[in-house]
């Protein structure tokens, strides 16, 4: 799915999933320089790639841009072909050899498009740019993708002095030479594409030490209209940090920045997310959404999710930020939720319903009922069945063995095994390979005198196949309601 997945705030934000590479694989060394122009907008870029030993791959890169030069160990690569807008290089592998590759390209951007809503922004992927701002997706492939290799990557960006552009990973340096502004990002975290914003941005900064007993930066990155709300949010980005580095471990990055956009974006991406002025705008958003996009940090960024066997990121983020911070505001709050995305999914029309294994990414407003919400549930569920110490002793668990590498609902429910020292086989199957939810029904119910006291017979029922469950029953005696 694409790595630009633009997806409203105001309707849940995401981590944006890339299919191009797997961060398990031997990761490619790259050194990148791009120069932007908004005003023209032409991109002009040129790198150096180093390819470990291994299998042939596929180099890619956007049909918008003109390779000027492509040479593998000093000699050209040959003639590309081209295949739905992209073109495409086959790279011949070395079983023992490094392969040192350059390359230089030179194109034109889209414009940048300011009047899209959040649906349309949600399908648009190609590179734009203009003064009031720029965003090259990774999935538009702007610069040359490795395909089924990760970037390690320094990324340097020319931009006119007016602007500030910024990628996921540590800022190297900042320099202003002949009214050019050039700055220098490293990423050690093997990751499939880079997503780079610019923009006429005031920056706010301010640092202060993690769990890790590191200096982790905070950065807002701001249009000028909403440059006075830096403060706030870093207030509490510090806030959501140190809340999930308790919780889960150490911040995984050095860095945490919040970049404003001029669409109605809600991305989350490694250390940064990328949010619409609009929304920022919004008074909510630093006490839901934000969190939200801090923890995708661990979740999703940190630990990528095995695709192939569903995306499970969201619906832990769903349950460790939205629904915790309802719990925060009282047991009324969560319930109210809960019965919010129980409504939705009941109200799901049977041919959008799937499997929640099924789900990766969000498209449609049925994505999120499933793969967010039904997902959440699940988490809620099972931290009802083996307790609250059990679930987080296995998240700080799961977290310590796959930080930094693919892993799949299976290896959640090893993780959750060990630390409950229960079998936890059914309770997935139940969740993640049916569509819909259990129906039941009280079938029966009366109440019985026993000597001098009073019982309760009752009978549920339910379709089959059976789910396995827990059911709250309460039992209204008048003035003293049991629940049980």
Known sequence: MPRGL?????????????????????????????????????????????????????????????????????????????????????????????????????????????????????????????????????????????????????????????QRAIVAGDLASDRITNGRRRLSYRFEQPDPAIDLMAGPYRVTERKFTGAGSGAITLRTLLHAEVADLGAGYLDATERYLRMYEDWIGPYPYGSFSIVSSPTPTGFGMPTLT???????????????SLGHEVLHNWWGNGVYPDYATGNWSEGLTTFMADHTYREQAGPDSARELRFAWLRDLAALDAGLDRPLREFTSRMHGSDQVVGYHKAAMLFVMLRDAIGHESFDQGLRSFWNEHRGSIASWEDLRTAFERASQRSLAGFFAQWLNRAGAPNLRLESAKAVRDADQWRVDFTLGQDRPAYQLRVPVVVDAGSCPQVH
């Open 6 to 162: 633009a997806i409203a705030l105001l309707l849940g934000s995401a981590v944006v999933p890339c299919a191009n590479a797997a961060p398990d694989a031997v990761p490619v060394r790259a050194d990148i320089q791009v120069r932007i122009d908004p005003e023209t907008r032409e991109l002009t870029g040129k790198g150096a790639w180093t390819v470990p030993p291994g299998e042939s791959l596929a180099i890619v890169l956007d049909d918008r841009f003109d390779v000027r030069r492509l040479e593998v160990d000093a000699r050209p690569l040959s003639a590309a072909t081209e295949r739905d807008g992209r073109r495409q290089w086959r790279l011949a592998g070395s079983e023992r050899a490094t392969q040192h590759i350059e390359i230089e390209w030179r194109g034109l951007l889209d414009p940048l498009e300011a009047d899209l809503d959040h649906r349309q922004v949600l399908h648009h992927v190609a590179p734009v740019t203009a003064p009031r701002g720029t965003f090259l997706p990774g999935a538009a492939h702007w610069h040359p993708v490795f395909v089924g290799r990760p970037l390690q990557y320094t990324l340097t960006v020319d931009v006119p002095q007016s």
């Open 274 to 288: 990328y949010l619409g002025i609009d929304v920022l705008r919004l008074p909510f958003i630093r006490d839901t």
